[in-house]
């Protein structure tokens, strides 16, 4: 993974465009990219609500857009952007699809799977281990999700 800064954080920014399409659809807004080469080859938005699908969270969206896009199931020699650390069913996923790195923008503590309250994706004992970067636009990432939760709780 050898963005710059700047690389980062743009994609990052295409995250958070994912994560205003879910919040236009009363969805938890949490937006996912999957970029290869430098190219966004998978979007994906929280969609539980819309779809009435339990699992379709931003990352398996994305994930799901990228297989299609390189017509296969493993994502090597990508990095998945997602502005909410993953959770368990995503890390799980993440790891399926053979995707090497991972970069979120602010911690979930509450079911965070990459470093909150597990580590799914460098646990020694599986068989595919992902690197993984936080914090990138991390007040901007943790913003939109605590306005999204404040605003739900005075209603």
Same mark, same amino acid.
């Given at each position: 993974m050898?963005y710059?800064?700047?690389?980062?954080?743009?994609f990052?920014?295409?995250?958070?465009k994912?994560?205003?399409i879910?919040l236009?659809?009363?969805?938890?807004?949490i937006?996912?990219v999957?970029v290869?080469?430098?190219?966004?080859i998978?979007?994906?938005?929280?969609?539980?609500e819309?779809?009435?699908?339990?699992?379709m969270?931003a990352?398996?969206m994305?994930?799901?857009n990228?297989?299609l896009s390189e017509?296969?199931? @493993? *994502?090597?020699?990508?990095?998945?952007?997602? &502005?909410?650390?993953?959770?368990?069913? $995503?890390?799980g996923? !993440?790891g399926?699809a053979?995707?090497?790195?991972?970069?979120?923008g602010?911690k979930?503590?509450k079911?965070?799977?990459a470093g909150s309250l597990?580590?799914i994706l460098?646990?020694e @004992? *599986?068989n595919h281990?992902?690197?993984v970067? &936080?914090?990138?636009?991390?007040?901007? $990432?943790?913003?939109? !999700?605590q306005?999204?939760?404040?605003n739900?709780?005075?209603?």
């Amino acid at each position: 993974m050898n963005y710059t800064v700047e690389e980062k954080e743009s994609f990052m920014r295409e995250a958070l465009k994912e994560a205003e399409i879910a919040l236009e659809h009363d969805e938890i807004p949490i937006g996912c990219v999957i970029v290869k080469d430098g190219e966004i080859i998978g979007r994906g938005h929280n969609a539980r609500e819309e779809l009435q699908r339990a699992v379709m969270h931003a990352e398996i969206m994305a994930i799901e857009n990228a297989n299609l896009s390189e017509e296969s199931w @493993r *994502l090597l020699d990508c990095t998945l952007f997602v &502005t909410i650390e993953p959770c368990v069913m $995503c890390s799980g996923a !993440i790891g399926l699809a053979r995707i090497p790195n991972v970069v979120y923008g602010a911690k979930n503590q509450k079911f965070g799977a990459a470093g909150s309250l597990y580590d799914i994706l460098t646990d020694e @004992r *599986l068989n595919h281990r992902v690197e993984v970067e &936080t914090g990138v636009l991390e007040s901007e $990432c943790a913003a939109i !999700i605590q306005d999204f939760f404040r605003n739900r709780r005075k209603k």
